[in-house]
């Protein structure tokens, strides 16, 4: 059974007293990277020895060694990633730790709910390499519109600061109308392989490789990089990059993370102090339990689990099961949510809950309510997991559940 666990919105969790860094050092060092990125002077604030050496710690603790699956991955399929957020402001969905899966649509959840910590959880190692490319580059980049553009290996632009409160299209339309830096951005990739190498991790050339493999596929494609699948035809329907930042919650505000300088700082400020971490690991076997063994030894808890639509593999290869008992185990207070994703193509009908215009599905359940289903009994099957019990999220309808 699940350890509830009361928390509080003000008081800063023991685990970040006990590593001697507060919630108000983190705003701390977001503002003096911020400032002296603007300046050019000094590089970015990074994390205490100690907590560098917990975030190298964490990493090698809970992964495992990983396994193939048939996607890049570099970017989300979801076009639908936010329209959970409205629901997760209004359920109060906030602070804990954030559970998630895949690559960075994970950081539009981090900036709605400003988790204390963050674990990204995936079965293919490539996951960890490529978050280890997104935090190089965060620590990089005081502004949102520095980290598109080295991202992309594109020049920032003369003042970034002056971009700050810029909306979000002319932003990417800097990116869209610059061309890539010589050699394919060599000068950026070069000092995101030298940050890379300051985290301490363990990795040989094949990672390095394989991480400046990804970075150069985002500057050779540009904003149009899709989705790619192996072995399987690609959708028409997979988003790009460009339309995957532009996407909104159900009531029209930017769900990207770069929507905003705001939400780019939130998730800036985790990655500055180390606490958003890869872990490789399936989540049909035992990373999960690694997972919430450290959280109780921390004193923390969940606040949302986002799965993406992990759950029908896991469906599909036996291993729900597993997987059901080790989330129904993590510690969670009476706010912790599951964030999954649904794809009709996929099941074979769309969802009830489904948005004209979207191929995906996302859905929002509470953490209590699954695990009390599978205290139960369990699930029926995939059908039964996505029906059942699942949060409306438009404003107005917030509190129903589906039967």
Not at 88 to 98: D, M
Not at 119 to 133: A, G, M, P, T
Not at 259 to 287: F, H, I, T
Request: hydrophobic share 40%; with cysteine.
């Amino acid at each position: 059974m699940g350890c509830i666990v009361q928390t509080s919105s003000v008081e800063e969790p023991s685990e970040l007293r006990r590593a001697g860094f507060s919630l108000a050092a983190l705003a701390v060092a977001a503002a003096l990277g911020a400032t002296a990125g603007a300046a050019g002077a000094s590089p970015p604030v990074v994390a205490a020895k100690g907590e560098r050496q917990s975030f190298v710690e964490r990493v090698t603790r809970l992964s495992d060694s990983g396994a193939f699956f048939d996607t890049d991955n570099l970017i989300s399929n979801e076009s639908s990633y936010g329209h959970v957020l409205g629901a997760l402001e209004r359920l109060e969905v906030h602070g804990g730790v954030y559970l998630g899966v895949g690559p960075d649509q994970n950081f539009a959840y981090i900036a709605r709910i400003r988790p204390t910590l963050a674990f990204i959880v995936d079965i293919r190692r490539d996951n960890l390499l490529q978050h280890l490319l997104f935090k190089a580059l965060f620590e990089l980049s005081p502004t949102r519109v520095e980290y598109l553009v080295a991202l992309y290996g594109r020049a920032p632009p003369a003042d970034p600061s002056s971009w700050e409160s810029r909306p979000l299209g002319e932003v990417t339309g800097f990116v869209d109308q610059s061309r890539p830096l010589d050699d394919h951005g060599a000068g950026v990739r070069r000092r995101v392989g030298g940050r890379i190498s300051s985290f301490g991790l363990a990795l040989d050339d094949s990672d390095r490789a394989t991480i400046d493999r990804f970075h150069r596929t985002f500057i050779d494609s540009g904003l149009s990089l899709r989705f790619q699948t192996f072995g399987r035809p690609p959708r028409s329907f997979y988003p790009t990059h460009r339309q995957l930042l532009h996407e909104t919650d159900l009531e029209g505000r930017p769900a990207s993370f770069l929507g905003s300088e705001a939400s780019y700082q939130v998730v800036r400020e985790l990655q500055l102090a180390d606490r958003v971490v890869p872990v490789v690991g399936d989540l049909g076997s035992g990373v999960l339990g690694r997972v919430g063994a450290l959280l109780d030894e921390l004193g923390m808890a969940v606040s949302a689990l986002y799965t993406s639509n992990v759950e029908f593999y896991l469906w599909r290869q036996g291993t729900f099961g597993r997987y059901a008992a080790q989330v129904s185990a993590l510690p969670r207070d009476q706010r912790s949510v599951i964030i999954r994703s649904y794809f009709g193509d996929s099941w074979g009908s769309p969802h009830p809950a489904a948005v004209a215009g979207y191929h995906s599905t996302q859905l929002l359940q509470h953490l209590a309510d699954f695990a009390e289903v599978h205290r139960g009994g369990g699930f029926r099957g995939y059908g039964d997991l996505v029906l059942r019990q699942t949060v409306e999220l438009r404003s107005g309808a917030l509190g129903r559940k589906s039967p």
